[in-house]
C-alpha cells in the first residue's frame, strides 16, 4: 500500500490550494479514505472523510465550508480542495486509509501567512 499527497505549499490568508493523495497497492474504490492534519506541537486531527463510492462525506467542524473532499476511483486518487484558507489551517497533511490496519503517506506542508 503506497500513498503519496502532492499539491500543498506556501498560500496567503483566503487564498486556495488543492490537495491530492495517488494511491497504490489496494483496491482503493473499496476503501474510506480521509485526511488529517498536524500542526506543530499539536496531535494529529481528522479533517474530512469520504466513503468507498463518494457518496458521503464528513468534516471537522473548524473546516466544514471551506474545504471539500473528493475522489477519482478511475484514478486510485483522493483529493482536498480548500478554500478561505487561515493562518490556523498550516500544517502537515496526510492522507490515510485503513485495509488490515491504517497507512499513511508521507504528508505535504500546506503553510497559510502573509
Known amino acids: 500500500v503506497q500513498l503519496v499527497e502532492s499539491g500543498g505549499g506556501l498560500v496567503q490568508p483566503g487564498g486556495s490550494l488543492r490537495l491530492s493523495c495517488a494511491a497504490s497497492?489496494?483496491?482503493?474504490?473499496?476503501?474510506?479514505m480521509s485526511w488529517y492534519r498536524q500542526a506543530p506541537g499539536k496531535e494529529r486531527e481528522l479533517v474530512a472523510g469520504i466513503t468507498n463510492t463518494g457518496g458521503s462525506t464528513n468534516y471537522a467542524g473548524s473546516v466544514k465550508g471551506r474545504f471539500t473532499i473528493s475522489r477519482d476511483n478511475g484514478k486510485n486518487t483522493v483529493y482536498l480542495q480548500m478554500n478561505s484558507l487561515k493562518p490556523e489551517d498550516t500544517a502537515v497533511y496526510y492522507c490515510?486509509?485503513?485495509?488490515?490496519?491504517?497507512?499513511w503517506g508521507q504528508g505535504t506542508q500546506v503553510t497559510v501567512s502573509s
Open positions: 497497492g489496494f483496491s482503493f474504490s473499496r476503501y474510506y
Open positions: 490515510k486509509t485503513t485495509f488490515l490496519r491504517d497507512y
